[in-house]
């Protein structure tokens, strides 16, 4: 891995309490001190909106594996959130996505890089069974990042589309989100949620689950990355944007202890964990995305 870059100094208005995934399913824990007003902001066609939480993978060379960090536990604390139909901030059923290339890889040119994200977007996009319009909103300089914005990054706290690949970020970052992440954090995937009036989470749909306003993908650039192997930046594309699907983690982790190799049960692209090059998706992968996308549009 990379040396690791000199610390900023950035930190969250906030001390982070982390949920414990037993066997990669999310938990309820304490709700997280969120009090700074950079936090929620108002500038949306909707009203208000907020940094709700950060999905991660790992390297899969340790014994951590991904996990959920809230940052704010208001209302009916729902641990479930989607995209809410005829509600996206451009007007439009369309799912879109932006490439921020203002923030390249050390290792691959922006070229490369968007190249494998348009491939990871591309492979969700052409699963049968849901017709998400995707559609991409070509990269013009604009800074883009909510959540770079928030922590000292150039960024911005304006919608540029629903799913955000953010670009790489510097080492410290990581740490920003899980103690000593730089090391193990390979991407992380963060949903901005809308709120009333009072902070509440809103559920236009009735679905039981909070409205997303867009989600932003964020990479480490503390690490090493390839195109085609790794760590190969279309499979960790093709996960992330799972998550900015609205997917959650799948698969129970166990190791090996002879040689201490992380394993999953099943072998899937929203596995917690890098565990080599993966392009496809089929089985879990697929039954999560169409339980969440079959009727979109219908």
Known sequence: MKKLKA???????????????????????????????????????HGKYMVYKAEYITSGEGKEVG??????????????????????????????YYVDNNRPSEDLSADVTEAAIDRAMDTWDDVTCSDLGMTKVPYDGRPAGFIAALLGYEGSFAYVADVVHAGWLPAEFFDMIAPGGSTFILAATFTLIYVDGEGNLTDMDGNGKADVA???????DAFTWNDGYTYDVETIALHEAGHGLSQNHFGKAFTTLKNGKLHFAPRSVMNAAYSGVQTEISGTDLGGHCSNWANWGK
């Open 7 to 45: 610390t900023l100094s950035v930190a969250l208005a906030a001390c982070m309490t982390f949920s414990c995934q037993d066997q990669l399913q999310e938990a309820e824990m304490a709700p997280q001190a969120a009090s700074s007003e950079s936090m929620l902001q108002t500038n949306t066609r």
């Open 67 to 96: 996990n959920v960090v809230y940052f704010n536990h208001r209302g009916n604390k729902q641990l479930s959130d989607d995209f809410v139909e005829d509600y996206s901030e451009d007007g439009t059923r369309d799912i879109t």
């Open 214 to 220: 867009w989600r932003e993908i964020y990479y480490n």
